[in-house]
């Protein structure tokens, strides 16, 4: 079965710096989908970025940018000039047709920003 | 285009009681996913629908059910309420193309207290 695992439970990071928040995975699959999502205090899940895992390039949105290392499986958010609105918590999910494609949720990122 | 809604966005019951959820997708979804999400078990998938049919189904006991209707909204229901079933309750709307399903976008969530 398809695992997510998200080692920190929470960051934290200066106004205007960079952070890093790490995501592994555990799959058999080849082709499949990866997504970190946004969910600040309101609740609402918000759709950060997604990359597919047959494009080598790194998805980017902004200030938002994933490293991708499929052989390593691992799949990092960089988030660049942070502002205090990106703090929230963050969830990296997997999908697949092996899965269905449900969404299979790591555990969460608690960002706190500091100003 | 509207994202999408759900109704209510809180909700108080009693042990023993049911209840019953509403999710209205973004015009043109036709996919509709239901996810529970708890501080103690994380985000879990429920079930989807597709075009009025269950699809696919997670692990939770038969009290939890579904159905969506031929605009595409969706309502879950869940019978003989016990108090572990209080929790953020999100619905997510997705495309299907070519056999996969596209990314999904959620609605605020519905919270669900039982006492």
């Known amino acids: 079965a398809q695992t997510v695992t998200q080692s920190q439970p929470e960051m934290s990071v200066q106004e205007a710096e960079t952070v890093t928040l790490s995501c592994t995975y555990d799959?058999?699959?080849?082709?499949?989908?990866l997504f970190w999502y946004k969910q600040p205090p309101s609740r609402q899940m918000i759709l950060v970025i997604r990359?597919?895992?047959?494009k080598q390039q790194n998805a980017t949105e902004n200030r938002f940018s994933v490293n991708f290392q499929k052989a390593a499986k691992s799949f990092s958010l960089k988030i660049s000039d942070s502002q205090l609105g990106d703090a929230a918590m963050y969830f990296c999910?997997?999908?697949?047709?092996?899965?269905?494609?449900?969404?299979?949720w790591g555990a969460g990122t608690k960002l706190i920003i500091k100003p | 285009k509207a994202g999408v809604t759900q109704t209510p966005r809180y909700l108080i019951k009693t042990r023993g009681q049911q209840v019953t959820l509403s999710c209205s997708p973004i015009?043109?979804?036709?996919?509709v996913s239901w996810y529970q999400q708890t501080p103690g078990q994380g985000l879990q998938f429920l079930f989807e629908y597709f075009s009025e049919t269950q699809r696919n189904k997670g692990n939770f006991p038969g009290r939890f059910s579904g159905r969506q209707f031929s605009n595409s909204r969706s309502e879950m229901n869940v019978s003989t309420l016990e108090l572990g079933d209080s929790a953020l309750y999100l619905c997510a709307s997705s495309w299907w193309t070519g056999g996969m399903q596209e990314t999904q976008y959620f609605g605020p969530g519905t919270r669900l207290l039982v006492l």
């Open positions: 990359q597919e895992a047959y």
């Open positions: 999910a997997y999908s697949s047709m092996d899965s269905n494609y449900q969404l299979i």
């Open positions: 015009s043109g979804h036709r996919s």
């Open positions: 799959t058999s699959e080849s082709d499949y989908y």
